[in-house]
């Protein structure tokens, strides 16, 4: 069984940095997208980044290009994403999910961190 586990979140003030990881366990992800996601109270579940575990590439929402990256690291089966310059509209709680790469649908989910930024 897949198995999800994010960490890193936190209160940080606006203008500050949070690096989110997630962890993953129970398969290989070679054959993955990795995705970031957040979810704001009142508000749809916002697509952030993904990256594919095999070949490294990314991608980007434009609300975030430019502040926030992911990376992932082999050795550990974690994918990261740093946030800098945070602004208090970033404030919700960050997923991490794996899409197989012949699918367009997010399958596993992890349960989340929790990332406020005060003004």
């Known amino acids: 069984q897949v198995q999800l586990v994010e960490s890193g979140g936190g209160l940080v003030q606006a203008g500050g940095s949070l690096r989110l990881s997630c962890a993953a366990s129970?398969?290989?992800?070679?054959?993955?997208?990795v995705g970031w996601f957040r979810q704001a109270p009142g508000k749809e579940r916002e697509k952030l980044a993904s990256?594919?575990?095999?070949?490294?590439?990314?991608d980007y929402a434009d609300s975030v290009k430019g502040r926030f990256a992911i990376s992932r690291d082999n050795t550990k089966n974690t994918v990261y994403l740093q946030m800098n310059n945070l602004k208090p509209e970033d404030t919700a709680v960050y997923l991490c999910?794996?899409?197989?790469?012949?699918?367009?649908?997010?399958?596993?989910w992890g349960q989340g961190t929790q990332v406020t930024v005060s003004s």
């Open positions: 999910a794996l899409r197989h790469l012949i699918s367009e649908t997010y399958v596993y």
């Open positions: 129970g398969r290989s992800l070679s054959n993955y997208y």
């Open positions: 990256i594919r575990w095999n070949s490294g590439s990314t």
